[in-house]
């Protein structure tokens, strides 16, 4: 325990504070973060908590930040982050706390209400301003025609004038509104007048060019001025409503040219004497935010530390002057615990120490794993499926080697896997710059996360890439080719080659680091590669499966569920060793005892494995071929391929029925003892009913914290530990606990997990076969870019522009190499590695059904960005 291999021994214990220290200790164990609290006011309202009114101040004081900092946003200024980490502060100046903050919103509130009706004011002078300038144009220009056109355009709507009763006299008063509304709006604007006056107004509409600026949103507007012509009061209390219906603004405009140019030039003093104003109102508003700019970071950390302070204070019962919580930590950080408690209590002035009672419970601890930045992707990857269930064998050592290599596996391009070593190597490098420049890009962020796993997949697909010699499509004869071109001089310009190993190979030689490159040209290079891919995938799917089933045994040793030994993991070990395991031994078989001069005599493994099951055997004799593929290939196969099928099948009913049958004497015997204890006198309460009486006498050190069991002065336990049974306490039970299930649901749990692992033998072997179509995929995927691409933009452009033609299309090789082969494909290979550890392998060993350590700490608010982040 206590490692990476396991979760971090856990304790549950009870915590006494003194009631004036009890703020200073939770704040010291929130800065320290391995203490996660339990809440025992789960059934009491929010609002009927004993804190709830500090926690409604904090909340009040989040507001005011809240409305602070969304301000300084509006301005366009950026919130300074020193990287600080204030305490949290003593509860005596959230008073002073509230003050200053009152007087800053306060302030704040006053300058920028009177700053947007400076800015209103501002707008409706400036929309003034520009409706007499175009008003005064328009009536220089059509002054004199404007009842002649209005007649002529309301001429055809006389009789529906008629009909409306809106008839009016020809000798009233031409009177007009000057206006504005939005840009938006003026189609619906002109429809909706034109309906209600029975198009017996005139109206004209122009665009203004100038753009202005809402002064509460500071969105931009675009308006447009209209002018509307009416005869009679009738038609100028409906012109009016429409033109207040569609939200646009009428200003006073004179008839008289020159009162319109008196009040335009009235109107420009007033827009300057206003401008200064602004200017001034605008310093005044800068230096307030300026102010509370540098103190912001600081301030909303200490509200948060003061607020999640108190909302774990919540979580405690209060007993007259002390407060009783409960809480998980691992064993390790006890001294930690108490050192921070220590300095609690002095700063809370208490002259009481504060007590860490150990608690014996059957409650499941939560899951905790002390990981650095390196192992925390792994380990992420690993939760996902399901955290651990305390105590069990932790997959994410293995998966740290493991998950990259069956990825690459897939990948397996050296120049493609250097692309992602190097760039996951440039994110590594500048960590720090990249953390501190607060990534807010969700797929940025994701691929930064996992940089450190992008940078072993890389590593790795390099060393597969050199294996398959594979450098984008292309292979390289570094050692020098141990076959020889038959009936050709030159290979190099060879494009199609059938290679026989009997007729073209030199001395029987391999090439010293992965595949000859020869392969490459030749026509039969993907029969070759096929089968090696091919077999490459099950031998490595079987002995990762096989590793899964031996990881099984550190489990049951853990748990001391010896007997699962037996009637688990051997049956299982035999049922896929014998089966699986020995097919991958026959392909290493064939493989180094039959070269190309005899590979015409090489057994075929498929006909032999079915005929494995069907007890047919094919054995030499005089009237048949020697190298028939059909016959028995070395001595005693049928001995042992007979031995092989029994001992698999035999393990199936150990799987199936005896472990049932051991579970059902257990509990038969369980039930005997227990009717053996029946009351001899009124008041004995029997062994498992509500009340447990232990008579515990054991050693054990770390003062006092063993198994969860205070001490005695002689450094052992002796003391009579009543545990109720409350119904807010239940026990959970343990890592493969049947005992209490009835004899039905354990023979159908049983039965079920049986089934699953023999088909599942099966169909996982088969699912590694995603390892060679995903290898070929990507390799013809890279052959096809590099042919139908590349190498065609080689031969473009001939002898003066093949220059520029080739650096373009190598621009477009190079871009669709990274967004195909390196994006698509590398997604596609990742979430295929992830299924082959999710599924075929952490299901031989990993039940997965644990819950997280989540300690109460305040490293999530030093990492807040925004206060819009807060929820709750």
């Known amino acids: 325990m206590g490692s990476l291999f396991r979760s971090e021994e856990m304790r549950l214990c009870q915590m006494f504070l003194q009631s004036e220290a009890a703020?200073?200790?939770?704040?010291?164990?929130?800065?320290?973060?391995?203490?996660?609290?339990?809440?025992?006011?789960?059934?009491?309202?929010?609002?009927?908590?004993?804190?709830?009114?500090?926690?409604?101040?904090?909340?009040?004081?989040?507001?005011?930040?809240?409305?602070?900092?969304?301000?300084?946003?509006?301005?366009n200024m950026k919130i300074p982050n020193f990287r600080e980490n204030p305490k949290a502060p003593a509860p005596k100046e959230m008073n002073d706390l509230e003050v200053e903050f009152e007087k800053i919103d306060s302030e704040l509130r006053q300058v920028t209400t009177n700053n947007e009706a400076l800015k209103q004011n501002y707008l409706e002078l400036t929309e003034l301003r520009e409706v007499l300038f175009k008003t005064q144009s328009y009536f220089a220009?059509?002054?004199?025609?404007?009842?002649?056109?209005?007649?002529?355009?309301?001429?055809?709507?006389?009789?529906?004038?008629?009909?409306?009763?809106i008839r009016q006299q020809q000798t009233a008063a031409l009177g007009f509104f000057v206006g504005t509304v939005l840009r938006e709006k003026v189609p619906v604007f002109e429809r909706v007048m034109k309906f209600i006056t029975h198009s017996t107004v005139f109206m004209r509409v122009e665009e203004i060019e100038k753009k202005f600026v809402d002064p509460i949103s500071g969105d931009e507007l675009s308006k447009c001025m209209f002018i509307v012509f009416y005869q009679g009061d009738q038609l100028r209390l409906k012109v009016k409503k429409v033109c207040e219906g569609m939200r646009g603004t009428i200003y006073p405009v004179p008839d008289s040219p020159q009162e319109r140019n008196d009040m335009l030039n009235g109107v420009n003093t007033r827009i300057a004497d206003l401008e200064n104003v602004l200017a001034q109102s605008n310093e005044h508003r800068h230096r307030v935010l300026s102010n509370a700019q540098r103190e912001l970071r600081s301030w909303t950390i200490k509200v948060e530390k003061i607020k999640a302070i108190y909302h774990t204070l919540n979580m405690f019962k209060i007993h007259q002057n002390s407060l009783h919580g409960e809480c998980w930590f691992p064993v390790k950080a006890i001294d930690d615990i108490r050192r921070a408690l220590s300095i609690g209590e002095k700063a809370g002035g208490s002259s009481i120490p504060s007590i860490l009672q150990p608690m014996y419970t059957d409650e499941k601890p939560p899951t905790y794993y002390n990981t650095n930045k390196f192992v925390k992707g792994f380990q992420n990857i690993v939760d996902s499926y399901g955290v651990a269930t305390y105590g069990e064998v932790n997959p994410a050592p293995y998966t740290i080697i493991t998950f990259p290599f069956l990825f690459a596996v897939m990948f397996g391009d050296a120049g493609h896997g250097m692309i992602m070593f190097l760039f996951a190597l440039a994110l590594v490098i500048n960590e720090k710059s990249i953390s501190a420049s607060r990534i807010s890009n969700e797929i940025a962020k994701t691929f930064f996360g996992g940089r450190y796993i992008i940078l072993l997949m890389g590593a790795f697909s390099v060393y597969t890439g050199m294996i398959y010699n594979d450098i984008f499509s292309k292979s390289f004869n570094i050692f020098g080719s141990k076959w020889y071109p038959h009936g050709l001089e030159d290979l190099d310009h060879v494009e199609d080659v059938q290679l026989d190993p009997i007729t073209t190979h030199y001395n029987m030689t391999s090439y010293a680091i992965g595949i000859d490159p020869v392969w490459q040209p030749s026509t039969n290079k993907i029969m070759f590669l096929n089968s090696l891919k091919m077999k490459m995938a099950i031998i490595l799917g079987v002995i990762q499966m096989l590793f899964g089933i031996c990881l099984q045994v550190f489990n049951h040793i853990h748990f001391k569920s010896y007997i699962d030994i037996f009637i688990r993991f051997i049956p299982e070990l035999l049922f896929l060793g014998c089966l699986f395991g020995y097919l991958v031994s026959q392909v290493i078989y064939k493989w180094i005892m039959f070269d190309a001069t005899t590979s015409h005599c090489a057994p075929a493994l498929l006909i032999h494995y079915i005929n494995m099951f069907m007890f047919k055997y094919e054995f030499p004799s005089e009237g048949k071929e020697k190298c028939d593929p059909n016959l028995v290939y070395y001595k005693g196969q049928d001995i042992a391929q007979y031995a092989m099928f029994f001992i698999a099948i035999l393990s199936v009913p150990v799987l199936l029925i005896v472990k049932p049958v051991y579970l059902i004497c257990k509990n038969k015997k369980k039930?005997?003892?227990?009717?053996?204890?029946?009351?001899?006198?009124?008041?004995?309460?029997?062994?498992?009913?509500?009340?447990?009486?232990?008579q515990i006498n054991y050693n054990y050190d770390n003062e006092g914290f063993g198994n969860g069991r205070p001490k005695d002065g002689n450094g052992q336990v002796a003391a009579a530990v009543v545990i109720e049974e409350e119904e807010e306490h239940k026990p959970s039970g343990g890592h493969g606990d049947h005992e209490d299930h009835g004899t039905g649901e354990i023979v159908i749990h049983q039965a079920i997990h049986t089934i699953e692992f023999c088909l599942g033998c099966i169909s996982h072997t088969a699912s590694y076969l995603r390892l060679w179509a995903l290898s070929l995929a990507h390799a013809q995927l890279s052959e096809v870019l590099w042919n139908m691409?590349?190498?065609?933009?080689?031969?473009?452009?001939?002898?003066?522009?093949?220059?520029?033609?080739?650096?373009?299309?190598?621009?477009?090789?190079?871009?669709?190499?990274?967004?195909?082969?390196?994006?698509?494909?590398?997604?596609?290979?990742?979430?295929?590695?992830?299924?082959?550890?999710?599924?075929?392998?952490?299901?031989?060993?990993?039940?997965?059904?644990?819950?997280?350590?989540?300690?109460?700490?305040?490293?999530?608010?030093?990492?807040?960005?925004?206060?819009?982040?807060?929820?709750?």
Not at 151 to 165: C, D, K, N, S, W
Request: hydrophobic content about 45%; glycine content about 10%.
């Open 23 to 75: 703020y200073a200790c939770v704040s010291e164990l929130g800065e320290l973060g391995l203490v996660q609290f339990k809440d025992l006011n789960a059934g009491v309202n929010a609002f009927q908590r004993t804190f709830v009114a500090e926690v409604r101040r904090c909340e009040e004081m989040e507001r005011k930040l809240r409305y602070v900092e969304k301000e300084m946003l509006k301005e």
């Open 141 to 165: 220009t059509y002054g004199n025609d404007i009842q002649h056109m209005m007649e002529e355009e309301t001429v055809g709507q006389q009789e529906e004038a008629i009909i409306g009763g």
């Open 671 to 694: 039930n005997h003892g227990l009717s053996d204890h029946a009351s001899l006198i009124h008041h004995e309460i029997p062994p498992g009913n509500g009340v447990v009486l232990e």
């Open 789 to 872: 691409v590349l190498r065609m933009g080689m031969t473009m452009g001939g002898k003066y522009i093949g220059g520029i033609v080739i650096f373009i299309i190598f621009f477009i090789w190079a871009n669709l190499t990274v967004a195909i082969l390196l994006l698509m494909e590398g997604l596609s290979a990742f979430l295929h590695t992830l299924r082959l550890h999710w599924v075929e392998f952490q299901s031989k060993f990993y039940v997965g059904e644990g819950y997280r350590f989540l300690p109460f700490n305040f490293k999530h608010i030093l990492n807040m960005e925004s206060l819009e982040e807060v929820t709750g």
